[in-house]
């Protein structure tokens, strides 16, 4: 059963640095597209950044310049380094895979990133 598991989340003063990281478990064949979303009380779930297997990324131009995402293919693993923290980057993140051979995308649970002014 394909699981992803998010972890790094917690309080952070801003202007601070904050690395989540996100485990993909029961792959068998690889994974694609991979993505971290964001969602704050009251809002929708936003696009943060995706990057494709190849390394190729693409970010929501209110992170853009702060927040790096990565990921190591061989361990199933996605990573999102966030700098610069501002108070409206305080959101449960999320991570999103597309698993080869899967229709569907996959969830995580989120994790809690809160910035205090």
């Known amino acids: 059963q394909v699981q992803l598991v998010e972890s790094g989340g917690g309080l952070v003063q801003a202007g601070g640095s904050q690395r989540l990281s996100c485990t993909a478990s029961g792959i068998n064949f690889g994974i694609n597209d991979m993505s971290w979303y964001r969602q704050a009380p009251g809002k929708q779930r936003d696009l943060v950044a995706t990057?494709?297997?190849?390394?190729?990324?693409n970010y929501a131009d209110s992170v853009k310049g702060r927040f790096t995402v990565s990921r190591d293919n061989d361990k199933n693993m996605l990573y999102l380094q966030m700098n610069s923290l501002k108070p409206e980057d305080s959101a449960v993140y999320y991570c999103?895979?597309?698993?080869?051979?899967?229709?569907?995308?996959?969830w995580g649970q989120g994790t809690q990133v809160t910035v205090s002014s």
């Open positions: 990057i494709t297997r190849s390394g190729s990324t």
């Open positions: 999103n895979a597309h698993i080869r051979g899967s229709p569907v995308y996959t």
